[in-house]
T-cell receptor, first 116, second 116 residues
Framework: EPEVTQTPSHQVTQMGQEVILRCVPI?????FYWYRQILGQKVEFLVS????????KSEIFDDQFSVERPDGSNFTLKIRSTKLEDSAMYFC??????????????FGEGSRLTVL | AQTVTQSQPEMSVQEAETVTLSCTYD???????LFWYKQPPSRQMILVIR??????QNATENRFSVNFQKAAKSFSLKISDSQLGDAAMYFC?????????????FGTGTRLTIIP
């Protein structure tokens, strides 16, 4: 069964360092998302991406965050200068045209980011 | 703005018994989708069940069923014949039924423990 894959599964970084989290969405999907889950808290929307541009972003998604789809398969989330409060689990999700009427997103297993 | 509230941070149930997880939401939209996602310790969020707001009939998927009360903005999940594999965090989520906006708004989650 097709799935969304994310790498790395866990990354530890020093505060102020740049981090890139990678996602490979399901191959025929066209709409991509990043969500964040701080430990013990709810899952929060960060950004949606379609046709090589951001469709919508939340207040969390400030100038230190960026997304891109560099090669038609990977979908990346970059955090330019990490802060302690960026420590969280980051989930990538995608949806295809066939699934859009249902609103069902397909999630990856997440990348845990720990900022020291 | 849409909000989703799960008032039970933790629930436990005896194996083979039935448990109901509560969820309420707030929206001014008339058409939308509601979801229950399961997040086991393996971290990946998996769709359990989905309800379209325009459908009066409650959705059912095998041992999982919902009680959708649109007027009350309530969307509870019933798990029958609970199994050890049902142990997980359960998130209630809302999505507006707009093409181009499959953004999910999540509740804070309910941790379900199955007692053998």
């Amino acid at each position: 069964e097709p799935e969304v894959t994310q790498t790395p599964s866990h990354q530890v970084t020093q505060m102020g360092q740049e981090v890139i989290l990678r996602c490979v969405p399901i191959s025929n999907h066209l709409y991509f998302y990043w969500y964040r889950q701080i430990l013990g808290q709810k899952v929060e929307f960060l950004v949606s991406f379609y046709n090589n541009e951001i469709s919508e972003k939340s207040e969390i998604f400030d100038d230190q965050f960026s997304v891109e789809r560099p090669d038609g398969s990977n979908f990346t989330l970059k955090i330019r200068s990490t802060k302690l409060e960026d420590s969280a689990m980051y989930f990538c999700a995608s949806i295809g045209s066939a699934e859009r009427p249902t609103g069902e997103l397909f999630f990856g297993e997440g990348s845990r980011l720990t900022v020291l | 703005a849409q909000t989703v509230t799960q008032s039970q941070p933790e629930m436990s149930v005896q194996e083979a018994e039935t448990v109901t997880l509560s969820c309420t939401y707030d929206t001014s939209e008339s058409d939308y989708y509601l979801f229950w996602y399961k997040q086991p310790p393996s971290r990946q969020m998996i769709l359990v069940i989905r309800q379209e707001a325009y459908k009066q009939q409650n959705a059912t998927e095998n041992r999982f069923s919902v009680n959708f009360q649109k007027a009350a903005k309530s969307f509870s999940l019933k798990i029958s014949d609970s199994q050890l594999g049902d142990a997980a965090m359960y998130f209630c989520a809302y999505s507006a039924a707009n093409f181009g906006n499959e953004k999910l708004t999540f509740g804070t989650g309910t941790r379900l423990t199955i007692i053998p």
